[in-house]
C-alpha cells in the first residue's frame, strides 16, 4: 500500500490538513515582509547637497530655501536640483537670470546630504548616506540578505531530510526572530548587514520547510489547491507590509513590527505535526502511525484505521531504502534524478530573478511606491485563483512554460515605451508581475510534486540555493543602466524566455502519484486518477 493511498483513505483533505495551513500562516506571511522589505527600509528619498558650507557671507544667509538651492547646486536636465553635485562656492549670477557656467565649479557634495523626509522618516539611505557613490551600497543590503536565503536553504533542506520538518521549522522561527530583532538595533552598516544575512539564512528554513511539510500532508486529489493556497500567504503578507510600511516610516520600528508575527509562530508550533510521509519514508512507522491517527481523528475517519496499522506502514516504508543516508550527491547519481536537477535548478533561477527584478522595481513607473506595491499585491490574489483552474485543466509543465513567456513579452513591451508614459508602464508591468508571479505559484508546487520524498528537501534546498543566487544578483543588474539605460530591462527579458524554454524540457506530474525514492523517478512515471484514490 502506498502513502498515497492511506492519505486518501483518512481523507486527505479535511480538518487536519486546514488547521496546518492556518498554523503555518503565522511563519509565512513574514516571508514577503522581510523578502520585499528593502523597497521601503532602503528606500531612497529625493536628496540634494547639504550646502550650509556655502553660508560663508550675509548675502547667502538672507536666501531664501529656493534661492540657496539655485545658486548652491546645479539643476538637472529636468529643472530639479543635483542630488549628487553641488558649487564650490555660490554662483549669485543665477539669481539673476544668467544661464551662464563661466567660473562656477562643481564638487561632489562635501558636507553631506539633505532627505526629503515627507514620505520616509528614516531609512538605509538616509541612516548612511547611502547614495550616489555609495548607492550600490544600498543595494548590497538585499544582495547579502538573498545571499544568506541562499546559504540558509540547503542547509535546511539537508538538515530537515536528516532530523525531521518540524524541529527544524522551530529552530528557524527562533534564528528569524532572534537575528531580524538584532538587526533593527545594529549601530553601524556592517554591522547591519551581517545580521540581515543571518536573518535570511533563518528565514530560509521557513521559506522550503512549511510548503513542504504541508503538501506532503495533502492528497494526490487536493495537491494544487494546498500548493495555491500556501501561496496565498505571500499575498496576505504582501498587503501586510505595505500597510505597515505606510504607518511606521521608520526602518528600525519597521523591522520589528513586521517580525513580531513569528513569535504567534513559536507559540502555535506545539501543535505542528510532523510530516508522516517522511516519517514512513525514514522507518519511523510508530510515530508515523501517531500522527495518521491523530489526522484520521480530527478528519472523522477513524474508522479507516483499523487496517493502517504500524506494521502496514512498515510494509509501506521499504525500509531498506528508509534506512539510507541521502544528500545532495543522490541528486546527481542517476540520469533521470540527475536531468531534473539541472533543469529545475535553471528554472528556479530564472523564476526568482525575474521576479525579483520586477518586484525590487517598485519606483521605476511613476507611482506612489506605497501605491506600487499594494497594487502589485493585489493582482497575485486572482491570478492565483486563476493558476489553480488553469493547472487542473492544463498541467504544471505549460503553465510554468506559458507563464514565463508572458513575463518575458511584458518585459519585452515595456523596453519600448517612454518613461513618461507611466500609466502605460505602470499596466504592462503589472501584467507582467502578475505572470510572474504565476510562475513562481506554479514552481513551488511543480518541484515539491517532481522530488522523490527521500531528497525532497535536498531538492527544495538546492533548487532555492539557485533561487536565491538568482535573486541575489537581480537587484545589482539595475546598477547596469549606467552602461546603457535599456541594460537592465534587457537583461530580465532574456532570462525569462530562456526559462520558459527550459520549462518545457520538464515532465507533467497532474494527478502523478508524488514518487517516494529516487527509483520512482528513474522508471515512468504512474498516472494515478482520481477515481483510482478514491
Not at 177 to 190: D, H, K, N, Q, R
Not at 285 to 299: E, G, L, Q, S, V
Not at 393 to 416: A, D, E, Y
Request: hydrophobic share 45%.
Amino acid at each position: 500500500m502506498k502513502f498515497d493511498s492511506i492519505l486518501a483513505e483518512i481523507n486527505g483533505f479535511g480538518k487536519f490538513q486546514i488547521a496546518l495551513v492556518l498554523i503555518q500562516i503565522l511563519s509565512r506571511i513574514t516571508l514577503p515582509c522581510h523578502f520585499l522589505l528593502n523597497n521601503f527600509m532602503a528606500a531612497v528619498p529625493s536628496h540634494h547637497c547639504n550646502i550650509d558650507a556655502l553660508d560663508t557671507g550675509a548675502v547667502f544667509g538672507n536666501l531664501t530655501l529656493d534661492q540657496k538651492l539655485a545658486v548652491g547646486i546645479p539643476a538637472e536636465r529636468d529643472g530639479t536640483p543635483s542630488s549628487c553635485q553641488m558649487f564650490s562656492e555660490p554662483q549669485y549670477e543665477y539669481l539673476l537670470g544668467s544661464n551662464s557656467s563661466k567660473g562656477s565649479f562643481t564638487v561632489q557634495c562635501q558636507n553631506g546630504w539633505v532627505y526629503d523626509k515627507s514620505t520616509f522618516k528614516s531609512t538605509l539611505a538616509t541612516e548612511w548616506d547611502l547614495v550616489c557613490s555609495r548607492k550600490g551600497m544600498n543595494k548590497a543590503t538585499a544582495t547579502i540578505f538573498f545571499i544568506g536565503v541562499m546559504v540558509g536553504a540547503p542547509v535546511f533542506g539537508f538538515l530537515s531530510d536528516r532530523f525531521g520538518r518540524r524541529p527544524l521549522l522551530l529552530v528557524s522561527y527562533l534564528a528569524s526572530l532572534i537575528f531580524a530583532v538584532l538587526s533593527a538595533f545594529s549601530t553601524s552598516y556592517v554591522m547591519f548587514v551581517i545580521l540581515r544575512f543571518f536573518t535570511g539564512m533563518s528565514l530560509a528554513g521557513i521559506s522550503i520547510m512549511a510548503i513542504v511539510l504541508n503538501v506532503e500532508w495533502f492528497s494526490i486529489e487536493h495537491r494544487t489547491f494546498s500548493g495555491v493556497i500556501i501561496s496565498l500567504d505571500w499575498t496576505i503578507g504582501n498587503w501586510i507590509l505595505v500597510g505597515t510600511a505606510y504607518f511606521v516610516n521608520e526602518w528600525r520600528k519597521l523591522i520589528l513590527a513586521v517580525t513580531s508575527p513569528l513569535i504567534l509562530s513559536i507559540i502555535a508550533w506545539r501543535w505542528l505535526p510532523e510530516s508522516a510521509r517522511w516519517l514512513v519514508a525514514k522507518g519511523k512507522t510508530d510515530a508515523a502511525h501517531h500522527y495518521i491517527m491523530k489526522c484520521a481523528k480530527m478528519n472523522n475517519t477513524s474508522k479507516c484505521m483499523a487496517t493502517i496499522t504500524p506494521a502496514t506502514l512498515l510494509e509501506c516504508a521499504e525500509t531498506e531504502h528508509g534506512a539510507k543516508k541521502y544528500t545532495f550527491v543522490d541528486l546527481f547519481r542517476t540520469p533521470n534524478i540527475r536531468k531534473l536537477a539541472i533543469y529545475s535548478g535553471m528554472l528556479w533561477f530564472g523564476v526568482a530573478f525575474t521576479y525579483y527584478g520586477i518586484t525590487l522595481n517598485i519606483t521605476g513607473f511613476g507611482l506612489n511606491p506605497y501605491l506600487t506595491q499594494f497594487i502589485f499585491a493585489s493582482i497575485e490574489m486572482p491570478m492565483k485563483i486563476g493558476v489553480y483552474y488553469f493547472l487542473e485543466k492544463v498541467g504544471r509543465k505549460h503553465g510554468q512554460m506559458g507563464s514565463m513567456l508572458l513575463t518575458g513579452l511584458c518585459l519585452f513591451i515595456n523596453i519600448f515605451v517612454p518613461k513618461d508614459k507611466w500609466t502605460v508602464r505602470t499596466v504592462v508591468a503589472v501584467l507582467g508581475k502578475s505572470m510572474s508571479e504565476a510562475s513562481f505559484t506554479i514552481m513551488y508546487l511543480y518541484t515539491t510534486e517532481l522530488y522523490p520524498t527521500v531528497v525532497r528537501q535536498n531538492g527544495l534546498g538546492y533548487t532555492s540555493f539557485l533561487a536565491r543566487l538568482g535573486v541575489s544578483i537581480s537587484p545589482l543588474i539595475v546598477l547596469l543602466e549606467d552602461l546603457w539605460h535599456l541594460l537592465p530591462a534587457a537583461t530580465y527579458c532574456a532570462v525569462a524566455v530562456g526559462t520558459g524554454l527550459v520549462a518545457s524540457l520538464l515532465p507533467e506530474t497532474l494527478n502523478t502519484r508524488l514518487p517516494e525514492f529516487i527509483e520512482d523517478i528513474e522508471k515512468p512515471r504512474r498516472q494515478s486518477p482520481r477515481k483510482e484514490i478514491q
